[in-house]
């Protein structure tokens, strides 16, 4: 697809919903439960209304800003997203080339297809390590010790899956992890057979970093194994635990009240990311830019803010810098834009949505992000 033609996610959404079999599609588009976090994550946008200024002298803007004590070229961050190589081979390879191209960092996830050092052999970059605490604690310490090894920068603690959350148009669909195929399954994949010639060709995915040193495993074996270790009595005293381990920048991500936010900061970690998991963990809980927008200047105050979960457009980027958040992570758009066109998809997308930062801060009379706050923003919308 010439993703040329995308003049935005939802563009890139719908060229991903064409190219990819069905449940690999909800796969990577799908939430938990009825999905009213997930709607609640787009439509609460809303309910924070720019306030533009004018007659100012806006012909040079600049969204370059600083994370974590480097430079990046714009308060974004491509998120981690587990089996990325389901939509497009070697995708977190792209994703993490794409990144560094920009000039902003990628987090790799635990459950990516590329493993850690894969990543890391793509070249220059900023790189940071998304992790789970297993119940087998050697497990953990074995991926940190790797991520160290390869020159990660960061690691980002994932807080919100004490257990996996109930994902139901996977289950319609007969797509589960372990994956078990149907006929339904079956006849999805062969009406796409663009999607199954690139499986042919590179192998079904599978999770890089459970690959052991003589290979082996699928994505099966790999997700069971995972998701038979996720520790549900991961406590407060883990994250000192993990401190001990980690001597670089540590975040916390999946948090979503004040409270969790500042206990974080008390405990000393470099950074939280306030996410509800893309609406794909526990359903009925409130977006993430409606929490910034109750308690993000507050919590701000304390501890660097990061985001996630439900960024679409440059100028929700904006809304989110405004109320106190140093960058935000993107996954879905990201993965769409890798499913319409492999690297230069994701290329598209970045583009997207840097370009309408440039053109959101214009409208607000702003020159940089320095200039954005809560006096941009009209938040007579957040209840």
Avoid at 158 to 166: A, E, F, K, L, Q
Avoid at 189 to 206: D, I, K, S, T
Avoid at 242 to 264: F, I, T
Wanted: glycine share 10%; proline share 5%; with cysteine.
């Amino acid at each position: 697809m010439d993703v040329s033609r995308a003049f935005s996610v939802e563009d890139l959404r719908r060229m991903a919903r064409a190219r990819l079999p069905r449940a690999v599609f909800d796969f990577i588009d799908g939430a938990a439960a009825d999905e009213r976090t997930l709607r609640a994550n787009a439509a609460d946008f809303d309910t924070v209304r720019l306030v533009p200024r004018f007659l100012r002298d806006v012909s040079t803007t600049r969204v370059d800003t600083t994370v974590l004590g480097a430079p990046s070229a714009a308060p974004l961050l491509i998120a981690p997203t587990g089996l990325a190589t389901m939509v497009w081979p070697d995708a977190d390879l792209a994703l993490a080339t794409e990144a560094a191209a920009a000039g902003i960092p990628f987090v790799l996830s635990t459950s990516s297809g590329n493993s850690i050092e894969q990543v890391a052999a793509v070249g220059p970059g900023r790189r940071w390590f998304q992790l789970y605490v297993f119940k087998d604690r050697s497990i953990t310490e074995s991926m940190i010790e790797r991520a160290a090894r390869a020159g990660y920068e960061a690691l980002v603690l994932t807080v919100d899956v004490p257990v996996v959350g109930v994902r139901e148009r996977d289950r319609r669909n007969g797509f589960t992890i372990p994956l078990r195929l149907g006929a339904r399954t079956m006849l999805d994949f062969a009406m796409h057979p663009g999607w199954c010639l690139r499986v042919a060709r590179h192998g079904m995915p599978r999770m890089g970093n459970f690959v052991g040193p003589r290979g082996g495993g699928d994505a099966q074996s790999h997700a069971a194994l995972m998701n038979g270790q996720l520790d549900p009595s991961l406590t407060w005293d883990s994250l000192r635990w993990l401190r001990e381990r980690w001597r670089g920048p540590l975040l916390v991500k999946g948090l979503l009240s004040l409270d969790d936010v500042l206990r974080a900061a008390d405990a000393g970690v470099d950074a939280v990311v306030v996410s509800n998991h893309g609406g794909r963990q526990l359903d009925g809980v409130g977006s993430s830019i409606r929490a910034l927008a109750l308690w993000g200047e507050q919590a701000a105050a304390r501890v660097p803010i990061l985001v996630d979960s439900g960024f679409r457009r440059g100028s929700d980027i904006v809304k989110a810098v405004a109320l106190g958040a140093t960058a935000v992570m993107v996954g879905r758009p990201t993965l769409y834009g890798a499913a319409a066109g492999g690297p230069e998809g994701v290329r598209r997308c970045l583009r997207l949505l840097v370009d309408d930062m440039h053109v959101t801060l214009a409208h607000l009379g702003a020159t940089s992000l320095a200039e954005v706050d809560r006096r941009c923003l009209d938040l007579g919308g957040v209840r």
